[in-house]
């Protein structure tokens, strides 16, 4: 029997942090809300209904080892630019909030960030401008099948080399190849830390 594929619609969080959660995402991806109660909201950055939910029902408690445990990683959204995921950042940095670490996957150039329960958000700019090339690209890629996860960069010193002239045909490279490493990098929320501009490699 033939799958009728549904279309991905909206993702719902449980949170002790209401107000503080809808006010984040306001801010970084630029949620409206359609409605808020005591201890709901359903919010929305497109013509949807809802896409992004928050549950705050009592008796919820914080998970302090939240990074050890199986579950969802992270949730992503994409522009429609390498310069708009630049624009977004210095928004996003002159308010104070900055990303927890950023990765050239070969596919995208993603920034991620840690919402107020310690979600991960990936803000992501698509390397090719075209998902059939990106997704050809994952498919036949050597590059990609040997560094799947991705390099590490500093995205300060890659937004003011793209402020400085220098065209994203040639950043792109130069990010995978690890010219824009940071100083240092975290583990990535329960996966494994790597030094900077070395290929992530799950299980090592």
Known sequence: MT??????????????RLQEMVDWYCKVVGVEVNFQDEYNAWTTNDEANHRLAF????????????????????SAFEYAS????????????????LPAFSLDHGLTISLYYKDPEGNYVELQSDNFGDWKQSSHF???????????????????????????GESFATLQPAIRAGKFQPDGVSAMGGLPASDAGTPVRLGS
Do not use: W
């Not at 799958?3 to 002790?16: A, L, R, Y």
């Not at 994952?138 to 400085?164: L, W, Y």
């Open 55 to 74: 549950l705050s029902v009592p008796g919820l408690e914080d998970d302090a080892d939240k990074a050890k445990h199986t579950g969802m990683h992270h």
């Open 138 to 164: 994952m498919r036949t890629s050597k590059d990609f099948q040997s560094n799947p996860i991705g390099t590490f960069f500093d995205p300060e010193k890659v937004c003011q080399a793209h402020r400085a």
């Open 82 to 97: 390498f310069d708009e995921l630049m624009v977004s950042y210095e928004r996003l940095r002159d308010e104070g909030i």
């Open 3 to 16: 799958v009728i594929k549904p279309v991905f619609h909206h993702v719902t969080i449980k949170t002790s």
